[in-house]
């Protein structure tokens, strides 16, 4: 109404305690008890070798879960922003060493899978004041297969028959073609961004 001063609506913002970054939390915490269970004894006992893979499965499953319930129901916060990639990243990278240590995957796997992970999320904490660039279906689908694979992976393949650790290389080939090619084009989309941003921003 006239001579009346105007006031924006108020939009509550996500409380940081919400259930998305709990979950984020949770896979945080199960990185530490993941590595415990991984090398328990020599590394290569069945036991707990399925005990790391049902470990590195919770983790997994909620980092299928944190995301859509932030998304679906307004629960992004900047904490989340910055955390969920890391908690990622820590599963990841901590799966990746630790079976390179053991023996059972070569380093330039992990190396390769490292270096794509660390330099993409380098470059998204780098744009992310001009926005997030949202994960493509390439993103999606790289994270899905590297999970299976990595999982594969952490099952005592040793003591199991051959077929199995046939099946975890196609799976983990697949991931590094992934891999590689959502780290080019998440590349390629930064710097498309980047150029069609008016100046000044």
């Known amino acids: 109404m006239p001579g009346q001063p105007h006031t924006d609506p108020v ?11 709990v979950l984020t939390g ?19 006992e069945i036991f707990w070798r399925v005990m790391a893979f049902t470990v590195f499965t919770v983790a997994v499953i909620t980092d299928r879960f944190d995301g859509a319930l932030a998304r679906s129901y307004g ?11 890391i908690a990622d990243k820590a599963l990841i990278g901590s799966a990746l060493v630790g079976l390179s240590m053991l023996g059972d995957l070569p380093w330039w796997v992990t190396a ?10 380098v470059l998204r904490f780098a744009v992310l004041r001009h926005g ?7 993103g ?33 080939w697949a ?20 150029r069609g941003r008016p100046a000044g921003h």
């Open 140 to 172: 999606k689908l790289k994270t899905l297969v590297q999970g299976v694979a990595i999982g594969l992976f952490v099952l005592p393949l040793h003591a199991w028959p051959s077929p199995w650790l046939t099946t975890a290389w196609v799976i983990m």
């Open 26 to 44: 949770v896979r945080m915490a199960l990185v530490p008890v993941f590595l415990v269970a991984l090398f328990v004894g020599d590394g290569h």
């Open 132 to 138: 997030v660039i949202p994960a493509s279906r390439g």
């Open 75 to 85: 629960m992004v916060t900047e904490f989340g922003t910055l955390a969920d990639p």
């Open 175 to 194: 991931a590094i073609v992934l891999t590689v090619l959502t780290g080019v084009d998440y590349v390629v989309s930064a710097i498309r961004d980047s």
């Open 11 to 21: 939009v509550p913002r996500a409380r940081v305690a919400n259930l998305a970054n």
């Open 112 to 121: 390769v899978i490292l270096a794509r992970e660390i330099g993409v999320t």
